[in-house]
C-alpha cells in the first residue's frame, strides 16, 4: 500500500509506509497519524501540517 504525504498543497513523498516515514524521520506509526480524523480536526484550519493520504490501487 502506498501513501502521499502533503505538507498544505505541497507534495512532500510517495512511498510504502515504512519508505515515508524513512523520507521524513519519523516513525511508520506517525505517517499513520498524520491520516488519522484526529490528528486532521486538530489542523483544520493550518496549511503548515502534514497530511496522509493512503493511495487505492487501480487494476
Known amino acids: 500500500m502506498e501513501y ?3 505538507k498544505g498543497d ?3 513523498v510517495i512511498g510504502t509506509l515504512e519508505e515515508c516515514a524513512e523520507a521524513l524521520k519519523v516513525k ?8 488519522s480524523g484526529v490528528y ?7 496549511n503548515k501540517r ?4 493512503k493511495l ?4
Open 56 to 59: 487505492e490501487d487501480q487494476p
Open 40 to 46: 486532521q480536526r486538530r489542523g483544520k484550519n493550518s
Open 50 to 53: 502534514r497530511i496522509a493520504i
Open 10 to 12: 505541497e507534495l512532500l
Open 4 to 6: 502521499a504525504v502533503y
Open 28 to 35: 511508520p506509526a506517525t505517517i499513520l497519524f498524520y491520516q
